[in-house]
């Protein structure tokens, strides 16, 4: 038997620095992160490559840096509170004598998660300014328990992906700046499920349940580049791009019989690899100021999800039954599409110390409903934000933000691909139904 021990998809994101966020509900459509800058959540990220309020604006556009006076340092982070019920699940497992996986809704499988940031800038004289951000522009999760329908597709679903990112940007003139960040990127990442293992070739029956594990991670590095126009003195334009990142996320697989230790079978360990890309993005962000109290914002944001075409996990050593070393030992097609999205926004001035902020943004999803998987149950976002800015000083800022995430339903139909004569066949079907609320705040310190 070719045993596939680990058909899923390494796409969801478990933070080493114990920042998850739930998948399906995180800001941005697939398992993108939206949650960067507390003080353009309020807009719902309207015009963010435009508006650089404080240091955070090094992570969406690095150009706005050569516009914050002196030096500071903002430092943050969301709460995602996800909704997400599952409906009418039924599953099969892989042998045919014991196909009814029944019909377990997975129980709470995303859960809220806390996702922080940390940015300083500072200007090094009246053209350059130098900046540095932590941030997370990945990451998501999902767990179901043990008597999920579709646990021998997906059980526990975690990545990590955290960016460190120096960043230089230079003012040509009050009216144009430009600047390039370059991030060491680092991606962790664990996927689990369950597997029916027949217990000998002749007579597969009746078989076990396994649990199938990888753990993985890896280093990589991007970039981002941009730039601010200010066409007249109350419309400001900016663009910047994000590059691709490639990871060959390295690790253990593992194959344990039911019992947790092997007891119920043979324990099977060994180490391999997936190459994933998180895609590049392209932004665009303006915003008018109408009077000494209005601002107009609006923005689009293209990421280029095609790139996430295939999840192909290999054996680096063949330790997993049926399995060559250096050959395939699950493959998991993706097909998602290139997406857009698209927000706008506005904030009002109450007074010196007050700033009152809301928006709407639309984010199409890069799941083609015919690959929509339960380890990524991924739907159109619609948001509705609202936010205010307190500056008690000029020293000091702390920006709130509070989004909601409009219900969405969407249903997944999700099969293995297992190899040619292999009896493997899991399958799943539900209906599911997801919302979310987020809480962001920041504190800018100035000096």
């Known amino acids: 038997m070719n045993f596939r021990p680990y058909p899923g998809k390494l796409s969801l994101v478990s933070l080493a620095v114990s920042a998850c966020i739930a998948s399906g509900v995180a800001q941005g459509a697939g398992f993108a992160l939206n949650e960067l800058s507390a003080g353009a959540a309020g807009t719902a990220n309207a015009g963010r490559a435009a508006n650089p309020e404080d240091a955070s604006i090094l992570s969406s556009n690095p150009a706005g840096l050569a516009h914050l006076e002196g030096s500071q340092w903002t430092v943050g982070g969301a709460l995602v509170i996800p909704k997400a019920d599952l409906k009418n699940a039924s599953g099969t497992n892989t042998l045919p004598a ?251 001035k109450y007074d010196e110390q007050w700033t009152l902020k809301g928006g709407y943004a639309y984010d199409n999803s890069p799941v083609r409903n015919e690959w929509r998987t339960a380890r990524i149950p991924d739907v159109d976002r619609e948001w509705l934000t609202i936010g205010a800015k307190y500056q008690p000083n000029q020293d000091y800022v702390v920006d709130m933000a509070y989004g909601y995430m409009l219900k969405k339903d969407t249903k997944v139909n999700e099969s293995a691909h297992p190899p040619a004569g292999s009896i493997d066949g899991a399958s799943f079907s539900g209906d599911y139904e997801m919302s979310a609320h987020v809480l962001m705040i920041s504190l800018t310190r100035r000096f």
Request: proline share 5%.
């Open 98 to 348: 014991f196909n009814n996986a029944g019909n377990g809704d997975g129980g709470d499988f995303m859960s809220a998660q806390f996702v922080p940031s940390a940015y300083f800038s500072t200007q090094l004289d009246d053209k350059w300014s130098a900046g540095f951000g932590i941030y997370v522009p990945f990451a998501a999760a999902t767990d179901y328990d043990d008597n999920f329908a579709g646990r021998y597709l997906a059980t526990k679903t975690e990545l990590t992906n955290i960016n460190l990112q120096p960043t230089i940007a230079y003012k040509f003139s009050d009216r144009l700046s430009v600047g390039v960040g370059v991030f060491a990127s680092h991606m962790e990442g664990t996927l689990n499920q369950m597997k029916r293992v027949p217990s000998g070739n002749i007579n597969p029956f009746p078989g076990y349940d396994a649990k199938s594990s990888m753990e993985g991670d890896d280093w990589s590095w991007g970039w981002n580049v941009g730039v601010i126009w200010q066409p007249t003195d109350r419309t400001n334009i900016g663009m910047s791009y994000t590059s691709k990142v490639d990871f060959t996320v390295e690790g253990e697989m593992t194959l344990v019989g039911g019992d947790g230790s092997g007891g119920y079978g043979p324990y099977h360990k060994t180490n391999g690899h997936i190459d994933l890309t998180l895609p590049e993005k392209f932004e665009i962000g303006v915003t008018h100021q109408l009077d000494d109290r209005w601002t107009l914002m609006a923005g689009a944001l293209w990421t280029r999800w095609s790139q996430f075409d295939e999840i192909v996990a290999i054996d680096d050593e063949g330790n997993m039954p049926g399995i060559d070393p250096g050959a395939p030992a699950s493959y998991v097609p993706e097909n998602w599409k290139d997406s857009w999205a698209w927000s706008v926004g506005a904030s009002y």
